[in-house]
């Protein structure tokens, strides 16, 4: 009575109360969540703008006290402007824009040692020798921004294949894969703390892994 998460369904297969309650309100969540997500949308130009102008103008900054690390952090921001090259012009800008901006402002922070443009995507890549098992990967549209992984990687295939979804999902991208991965992820390694092994089964992840062929991830949800 009045407490819409009451109750819950695991199995998915009761989608229309979602519908009902909808109804029953005067549509006011899908109105709320729409207004809020076009809001996000509408500033990412800006984000992004922002993230590629602060890192171009740290690399200037940079050149006086260390040359030789300027030059390799603008080498990084020219191929990760690269990227913006690989996407579908207006069917994946969405999520092009947040992954280049996630890059530049990686690149501005140090994170990035090497950009690799490989299979019409950008592995953004940060190398951390002393922990090798350590690795993870966040795409949106052809940039994989990633840490400890190399295009050889099972992880990367995995990447490659949500860099597929993009292409296909287009403007739905976001919501429907990007977002729930990464709660999903959240809640699987902190909350559950099962190292994984629920978010490597949903359905966005499992797809993702067919799509790219990662021999080693989970075919099935």
Known sequence: ??????????????????????????????????????????????????ASALDYTSIWFKGFDDPGAAGKRFDNALKIDAGLFLHIPGWETEQTLTGNGIAHFRNLTGNVDNVEIENWTLLVNDDDPDNPTDKWGLTFGPYINSYNIKTENDIYYHEFGHTIQSRILGPLYTSKVAIPSGLSAWYSYYLKGDQGEYHNKTWYEVWASNLGAAPNHEKEF
């Open 1 to 50: 009575m009045n407490n819409p998460l009451v109750y819950s369904d695991p199995t998915g297969e009761k989608w229309w109360h979602w519908a009902l309650v909808d109804i029953l309100t005067g549509g006011m969540a899908s109105l709320t969540i729409v207004s809020t997500y076009s809001s996000i949308v509408s500033t990412l130009p800006a984000i992004q703008g922002t």
